[in-house]
């Protein structure tokens, strides 16, 4: 599983994405690396009633685009969904060290979690048994220990020795964690990451709210990306995913309405100069995904598209193609080791 990156771009602004941080960067029209939160502007195009609103959500860049033709009721909406999005990153951050994650991680329990605490964790639970197990909400010991083996003053470039992986994959393992509304438990030595799904799971509420206060053609991207219906003239929205070798050009372009896109690929993050390890850990024996360059996924839900973009990473084609109707999955757009595009539809 993944503290992982995409690639995705806006066609229509034109706007391309490449790796820099340790969670996928993705972007989408026309946020620039290392922005500051900020307020809502007026679009710097042609599109009336457009507002555009950029800042960091997740430790990525977030971008929201809001079409209504009151441009103060814009701006409260933006605030809304800012106000939302903060309180949910509260819950789910490792970069925050008071968030609800942080402190089970420390403590190994949480009494009386809070509802969307417990719903994203069953959620993870559900993809981890769909999945076999590749997509795993507790890989965190993983993270810890290949940023801690690279961290040090001439590290092996073979990697952790056998001694520390076998430590930490003991540690590792969805059926370690414990969840109920009452209480959420982890044994000791056990970390829950939920940087595989988070992003998606904020889209998802933030499109909720969105709706339920009437826009209909919105592209949000909390990290993750979701269209609320079609463009305002009734076209697609058009969505690129970025040429992992060359994150300027655009390597495909993907139409959606009404749904969301996620992307991961392994060069997202690397631990190593060299590149043979990276953020897309394996549950079962530890190493590093490398099977594609990039994978991105199609569906209803940007949590579903976010999850499975994760797990599809270390799958082979046939095992994909298994899954795509079960885990809720339209497409799967992969990008092989050759840099061959494979699409997989239902």
């Known amino acids: 599983m993944k503290a992982r990156q995409g690639a995705l771009r806006s066609i229509e602004e034109d706007t391309v994405v490449g790796a820099i941080s340790r969670r996928r960067f993705i972007q989408i029209s026309g946020a620039a690396a290392g922005l500051a939160l900020g307020a809502p502007v007026r679009a710097a ?179 993750e990306t979701r269209a609320i219906g079609a463009r305002p003239d009734g076209e697609a929205w058009e969505v690129g995913i970025a040429d992992p070798e060359f994150p300027e050009r655009t390597q495909a372009g993907l139409p959606i309405v009404d749904r969301a896109v996620s992307t991961s690929g392994a060069y997202g993050f690397r631990f190593d100069p060299a590149g043979r390890f990276n953020h897309l850990f394996d549950p079962m024996t530890g190493g590093c995904g490398h099977l594609y360059r990039s994978v991105t996924t199609i569906a209803e839900t940007a949590t579903a598209a976010d999850a499975l973009s994760t797990a599809f990473s270390l799958m082979d084609q046939k095992r994909i193609e298994a899954l795509l109707s079960r885990a809720g999955i339209e497409r799967a757009h992969l990008i092989d080791e050759t840099g061959a595009m494979i699409d997989l539809v239902v």
């Open 45 to 223: 195009t042609s599109e009336a009633n457009l507002t555009i609103w950029h800042g960091i959500m997740l430790g990525a860049v977030a971008t929201m685009k809001i079409y209504h033709h009151d441009r103060g009721e814009a701006e409260r909406l933006i605030a809304a969904a800012y106000s939302e999005a903060r309180r949910l990153e509260r819950l789910f951050s490792l970069y925050l060290e008071d968030s609800d994650l942080m402190r089970l991680n420390r403590t190994g329990i949480l009494v009386g979690p809070p509802p969307e605490f417990v719903e994203l964790l069953k959620a993870s639970l559900r993809f981890a048994e769909l999945t076999g197990g590749m997509f795993d909400p507790t890989v965190q010991p993983l993270w810890e220990l290949y940023a801690n083996h690279f961290a040090q003053e001439d590290p092996d470039p073979s990697g952790p020795d056998k001694a520390s992986m076998k430590a930490a994959l003991a540690c590792v393992g969805y059926h370690r964690l414990s969840v109920s509304s009452e209480r959420i438990v982890v044994p000791k030595g056990t970390a829950v990451t939920l940087n595989g799904i988070a992003q998606g799971y904020i889209t998802d509420k933030i499109v909720e709210l969105l709706h339920s206060r009437g826009i209909d053609h919105t592209l949000i991207d909390m990290g």
